[in-house]
């Protein structure tokens, strides 16, 4: 498992989200497109996280391009659908997964039982 590869593409998600400039839409967008969408689930995430890490992907890539915006991905059609309320719920919901993440790490490195090392 590539839990350190998840954490990083975690950390820079939540960097672009709280840094970059512009509307939270287009941030949020670059966070996935450019980050999390990098992250293989059986590779990367313990099984604990697995379910709901592809929930969190489901609720941002539902919408598929139309035929007037055909260049648009999946994840630019159902973010451009959303209002910003619900654009910043699911900014929240990267930043709570992203410390889950950063938990499970913490526990990996852990010397014992339930830490590898």
Same mark, same amino acid.
């Given at each position: 498992?590539?839990?350190?590869? &998840?954490?990083?593409?975690?950390? $820079? ?13 287009? %941030? ?17 995430? @313990? ?7 592809? &929930? ?8 598929? @391009?139309?035929?007037?915006? @055909? ?5 630019? $059609? ?30 990996? %490195?852990? @010397? ?6």
């Amino acid at each position: 498992m590539a839990l350190a590869y &998840a954490d990083e593409k975690f950390s $820079a998600a939540i960097r672009t989200l709280a840094i970059a400039p512009g509307p939270i839409k287009p %941030r949020l967008i670059e966070a996935i497109a450019v980050h999390l969408s990098y992250i293989q689930t059986e590779r990367d995430l @313990p099984e604990e996280l697995r379910d709901d890490y592809v &929930a969190l992907l489901d609720r941002v890539t539902h919408e598929w @391009p139309t035929v007037s915006n @055909p260049a648009d991905g999946r994840v630019q $059609a159902t973010i451009g659908h959303m209002t910003d309320a619900e654009a910043v719920e699911i900014a929240d919901e990267i930043l709570s997964f992203a410390y889950r993440v950063a938990e499970a790490l913490e526990d990996e %490195r852990k @010397p014992g039982p339930s830490g590898a090392g």
